[in-house]
T-cell receptor, first 114, second 114 residues
């Protein structure tokens, strides 16, 4: 089944404790991206990747890191999480680009930073 | 800044009735794409409909159709014969020129009354 797999689904952590949210797609998509969803703000892009070893900042990249060592994986890293990073996070992928094609989304990660 | 505005935070409709969700966007370009995504309580993001701006014809997908008014920069979603499974948060999205992302509106929560 074609899908974007995101883990974990829920995560509670404390300020400053490094964490990684994993994302993997099995559709051989070149484009992958991370969004965060906050009430009243919709979804906002954090980082995106056009292909292996090609990543770039989105609208809200502060406090986040990403890497794209393999085509299928695009982990989101929070080196020192803070309470303002409490949010619902989505990984998304598409075949070539993330602006004109259908985006395939993961099932989301609800992160709470205490 | 590119913006997408959904002015109705919440809407409700009786089962089997028709409801229209509003969306306006800001752009100076003539070629772009617009999307409606549905987010049910499962949190999964599901593409409902996609519209290419250069196409005059309004996109339709079964009970879902759009009213695309290019000059007014309006992109409303009409749901006919509403069903209980249509209850969800609906997001309107637009692709800013030259950016590999979507800009999402704030969302409209749709409730279906039996």
């Amino acid at each position: 089944e074609a899908q974007v797999t995101q883990n974990p689904r829920y995560l509670i952590t404390v300020t400053g404790k490094k964490l990684t949210v994993t994302c993997s797609q099995n559709m051989n998509h070149e484009y992958m991206s991370w969004y965060r969803q906050d009430p009243g703000l919709g979804l906002r892009q954090i980082y995106y990747s056009m292909n292996v070893e090609v990543t770039d900042k989105g609208d809200v990249p502060e406090g986040y890191k990403v890497s794209r060592k393999e085509k299928r994986n695009f982990p989101l890293i929070l080196e020192s999480p803070s309470p303002n990073q409490t949010s619902l996070y989505f990984c998304a992928s598409s075949l070539y680009q993330g602006s004109r094609e259908k985006l395939f989304f993961g099932s989301g990660t609800q992160l709470s930073v205490l | 800044a590119q913006t997408v505005t959904q002015s109705q935070p919440e809407m409700s409709v009786q089962e089997a009735e028709t409801v229209t969700l509003s969306c306006t966007y800001d752009t100076s370009e003539s070629d772009y794409y617009l999307f409606w995504y549905k987010q049910p309580p499962s949190r999964q993001m599901i593409l409902v409909i996609r519209q290419e701006a250069y196409k005059q014809q309004n996109a339709t997908e079964n009970r879902f159709s759009v009213n695309f008014q290019k000059a007014a920069k309006s992109f409303s979603l009409k749901i006919s014969d509403s069903q209980l499974g249509d209850a969800a948060m609906y997001f309107c999205a637009h692709n800013p020129t030259g950016a590999q992302k979507l800009v999402f509106g704030q969302g409209t929560r749709l409730t279906i009354n039996p």
